[in-house]
C-alpha cells in the first residue's frame, strides 16, 4: 500500500510555470511507475505524464515540450515540472503510481494502483 500527496498547485498567469510535487509514503516510488493525469471540469480525465521506474518517461502530445516528469527516489518523490502554462491547462492534477516492469511507461489511468487526492491549478489569461 502506497499513500501519495500532491502539492504545488495554485493560481498562475498564462505564460508562468508551476513544479508540481508527489510524495510517497508507505512503499518506495521505485517499486512504481509514477504517473500524473489532470481533469477539467466536464471533461475525462487525461494522462499528462509518466517516468517508467527505470527512468523512461513520456509525455502527452499537447504538453510535449512544455512539461517534464521527473522522480527522486531518495525523496520518494515525483514531480511535474510546467511551463509555458496556458487557460487549457487548468485542470485538477493527479498522481498515481502503478506497479509495473522497469521499463514500462503505462499510459490508461486504468493501469494504475494508486492515486492522490489532486491539487488544482488554474491558469489565467
Known amino acids: 500500500q502506497v499513500q501519495l500527496v500532491e502539492s504545488g498547485g495554485g493560481l498562475v498567469q498564462a505564460g508562468g510555470s508551476l513544479r508540481l510535487s508527489c510524495v510517497a509514503s508507505?512503499?518506495?516510488?521505485?517499486?512504481?511507475?509514477m504517473g500524473w493525469f489532470r481533469q477539467a471540469p466536464g471533461k475525462e480525465r487525461e494522462l499528462v505524464a509518466v517516468?517508467?521506474?527505470?527512468?523512461?518517461?513520456y509525455c502527452a502530445d499537447s504538453m510535449k515540450g512544455r512539461f517534464t516528469i521527473s522522480r527522486d527516489n531518495a525523496k520518494n518523490t515525483a514531480y511535474l515540472q510546467m511551463n509555458s502554462l496556458k487557460p487549457e491547462d487548468t485542470a485538477v492534477y493527479y498522481c498515481?503510481?502503478?506497479?509495473?516492469?522497469?521499463?514500462?511507461?503505462?499510459?490508461?489511468?486504468?493501469?494504475?494502483?494508486?492515486w492522490g487526492q489532486g491539487t488544482q491549478v488554474t491558469v489565467s489569461s
Open positions: 498515481a503510481a502503478a506497479v509495473s516492469s522497469y521499463v514500462f511507461t503505462p499510459r490508461r489511468s486504468g493501469e494504475y494502483d494508486y
Open positions: 508507505g512503499r518506495t516510488v521505485s517499486d512504481y511507475a
Open positions: 517516468i517508467s521506474r527505470g527512468g523512461s518517461t
